[in-house]
């Protein structure tokens, strides 16, 4: 029983029966989401299907499996860019792309690539290094909607300007709007680009290890998880990371709460570049 | 003003700054004690690549840790942590930071409103919160958060903010306990830092 709770013990409780639900109805598990971003994105939500308690979502979640999946949808609003934080761009081009040039065939994984702009932005890399068509490319999300806009690469023309202005700081040299089609108020990728790219859904928290990975890059998509998920995650990673290959995580994101930092050594710790021991 | 009721000891004091935040930080920070026992958590509105000149700047007058904050830090007394460019900063159960890249509220990420919201769940009656000088309305609904769920909310005297917009803005929601000046905060958080 709960002693006198207080306004913020009562939505937690509610917030608990709600993942609970949702996680019976249809399998999803966000019990060790970061909550005070999940509090945000159930608020919100309440807001506009117009319900005033946490726990007024469990019918209509339990009910109405079309509003379920437009929660889902909605937790991933994100807003992701091309080449963001350029100086990672830089030294993976630096630093790790000449040491993935020494191999026959190269895999690299995008895990939570959102709507796609990280994916070209490296394929670009690839191909300005020539090596794209000796890579495979894995591009996954578990949100589908993302994964679909991710496939398309169609992004509003308004954007640009700080895609060219982040690639240029990422040391590269050629025209970026080379890369794509410009229409009316969007952009649409080359083709070639995504001639390598697979994608796919897959989630972090329920699906298993993606074999043999030259380079994982997982940038911001671990700030969405406590750290106990974090840990499961980051060892999921590791897993699927062939001896000597490379993570890359996001800026301002942490591995110190996992056990895999054993096994990785610093490419650039500042820039949250790592490379998998021997084994 | 001489000395304000608090119900109860804080846990944590959250501050929200804009346009002419740096001043108004800069001042606070080096009025604080080095056995302040709170921690403070930051949202300044900044530039994107423009954490690092705020930080430098911010640390040289403090006695206390100052650090960019990054995601699932443990939040400690007596440490100032700041919201990192192009990021929401928000505070956890476990007492941690998170992070994360939602989009922009009230025009801003980081944005004050999401730290304020955030940290009202966690520290409820235990937190204090501030607004400071500023050009737009971001912190109101935090504030407004705030004292629903308990806490004490400060707000920088409009005449005497650098701009007096952003603690307006707050002002209006009805929700703010006590209107100070700079110096009126500076020796607020002296008493309940002690
Ligand atoms: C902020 S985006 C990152 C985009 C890009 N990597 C970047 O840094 O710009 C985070 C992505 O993580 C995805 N995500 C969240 N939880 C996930 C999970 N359990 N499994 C896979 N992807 C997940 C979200 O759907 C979202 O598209």
Same mark, same amino acid.
């Given at each position: 029983m709960m002693e006198n709770g207080s306004v913020a013990d009562l939505e937690r409780l509610e917030l608990d029966l709600l993942l609970d639900a949702v996680k019976t109805r249809?399998?999803?598990?966000?019990?060790?989401? #970061?909550?005070a971003s999940m509090i945000r994105r159930v608020r919100k939500y309440m807001d506009k299907v117009g319900?005033?308690?946490? &726990?007024?979502?469990i019918p209509l979640f339990l009910h109405d499996d079309r509003a379920f999946h437009r929660f889902v949808k909605s937790l991933a609003v994100v807003v992701t860019e091309m080449f963001r934080d350029p100086d990672v761009f830089k030294v993976l081009r630096e630093e790790v792309i000449p040491v993935l040039k020494t191999y026959p065939f190269i895999k690299i994984w995008h895990a939570?690539? #959102? &709507?796609g702009q990280e994916v070209y932005s490296m394929a670009i890399l690839l191909e300005e290094e020539g090596i794209l068509d000796r890579c495979q490319i894995y591009a996954t999300d578990f949100n589908d909607g993302a994964l679909k806009l991710a496939k398309n690469g169609i992004y509003p023309a308004q954007d640009i300007s700080r895609y060219e202005n982040n690639y240029r700081l990422a040391g590269?040299? #050629?025209?970026?709007?080379?890369?794509w089609v410009s229409r009316y108020d969007s952009i649409k990728i080359n083709r070639r680009l995504a001639e390598r790219v697979t994608f796919a859904n897959h989630n972090l928290v329920t699906d298993g290890v993606f074999g043999e990975m030259n380079l994982v890059m997982c940038r911001?998509?671990?700030?969405?998880?406590n750290e106990q998920l974090q840990d499961r995650a980051l060892t999921l990673i590791n897993d699927s990371l062939c001896p000597r290959g490379f993570l890359c995580i996001g800026r301002?994101?942490?591995?110190?709460? &996992?056990?895999i930092r054993n096994h990785l050594e610093d490419v650039s710790n500042r820039l949250r570049i790592y490379r998998k021991l021997g084994s | 003003m001489s000395s304000v009721a608090v119900e109860k000891k804080p846990r944590a004091v959250v501050l929200g700054a804009s346009a002419g935040g740096i001043n108004a930080l800069g001042f606070l920070f080096s009025e604080l004690?080095? +056995?302040?026992s709170l921690p403070i958590l930051v949202t300044k509105h900044v530039g994107l690549n423009d954490d690092r000149g705020m930080l430098r700047v911010l640390a040289r007058q403090s006695v206390l840790p100052v650090r960019v904050a990054k995601d699932k830090y443990r939040i400690q007394a007596g440490a100032i942590y700041l919201a990192p460019a192009d990021y929401h900063m928000l505070v956890e159960g476990q007492g941690v930071i998170s992070l994360n890249l939602e989009e922009p509220v009230a025009h801003s990420r980081p944005s004050i409103d999401v730290l304020f919201q955030s940290a009202a769940r966690v520290y409820g009656q235990e937190l204090v919160a501030v607004v400071l000088t500023?050009?737009?309305? +971001?912190g109101a609904d935090g504030i407004r958060t705030v004292k629903h769920f308990g806490g004490t909310t400060v707000a920088q005297c409009p005449e005497n903010a650098e701009i007096g917009l952003m603690p307006r803005a707050s002002l209006d929601t009805g929700c703010v306990d006590y209107l100070m000046t700079l110096e009126e905060i500076s020796a607020f958080l002296d008493q309940i830092g002690a």
């Open positions: 249809y399998g999803y598990d966000f019990h060790d989401y #970061a909550k319900i005033d308690y946490v &726990s007024g979502l939570g690539c #959102a &709507s590269g040299k #050629a025209q970026l709007g080379d890369y911001n998509v671990l700030i969405y998880f301002r994101e942490n591995l110190k709460f &996992s056990q | 004690r080095e +056995d302040f500023g050009a737009n309305r +971001d």
